[in-house]
């Protein structure tokens, strides 16, 4: 069933739904797999889906627990390009049409897609 609200709970729900999704995919997958592991069971893995869902807290909930520099680590990740940002976002949207109803998982694609942009502006790709 789709939330109709968002609370940290569905968060977390999403987070995990879309790394499932990212270590199946051959384009972004290997990113995450070089960094994190290949099981999300790992500290590694424990570790990020806590700091991408206190992430997206601080963005939909103006929870505080997130004090990153989310840009950051991007700049260190190998080639990143336009399509793996594109296949990023697919993956991200799709897991967002899965766990929320339109109105909110709209809201949560508005977000990524304008802070890819900013990744991408600062990655210097076009
Ligand atoms: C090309 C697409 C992307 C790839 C391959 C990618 C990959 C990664 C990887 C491997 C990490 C872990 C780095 C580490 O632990 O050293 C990471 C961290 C992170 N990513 Fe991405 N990412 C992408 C796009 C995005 C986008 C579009 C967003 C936000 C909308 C995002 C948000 C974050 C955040 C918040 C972190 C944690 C930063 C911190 O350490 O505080 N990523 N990403």
Redesign the pocket.
């Known amino acids: 069933m789709q939330a109709n609200t968002v609370n940290k709970e569905n968060i977390e729900i999403m987070v995990m739904r879309f790394y499932q999704k990212v270590l199946q995919d051959d384009t972004?997958g290997p990113?995450?797999i070089?960094?994190?592991g290949r099981n999300m069971d790992n500290e590694?893995w424990r570790v990020?889906l806590k700091?991408?869902a206190d992430?997206w807290a601080s963005i939909a909930l103006g929870d505080a627990a997130?004090r990153?520099?989310?840009f950051?680590?991007?700049m260190?990740?190998g080639e990143?390009k336009r399509e793996?940002?594109e296949?990023?976002?697919k993956l991200?949207y799709a897991t967002l049409d899965e766990v929320f109803i339109p109105r909110i998982a709209d809201q949560f694609k508005e977000?990524?897609s304008i802070?890819?942009g900013n990744?991408m502006r600062n990655l210097g790709i076009r």
Do not use: C, D, E, M
Request: proline fraction near 6%; avoid cysteine; aromatic fraction near 28%.
């Open positions: 972004v990113f995450f070089a960094k994190l590694a990020h700091l991408l992430f997130y990153g520099n989310p950051a680590p991007h260190y990740l990143l793996t940002f296949q990023w976002l991200f977000r990524s802070i890819a990744f």
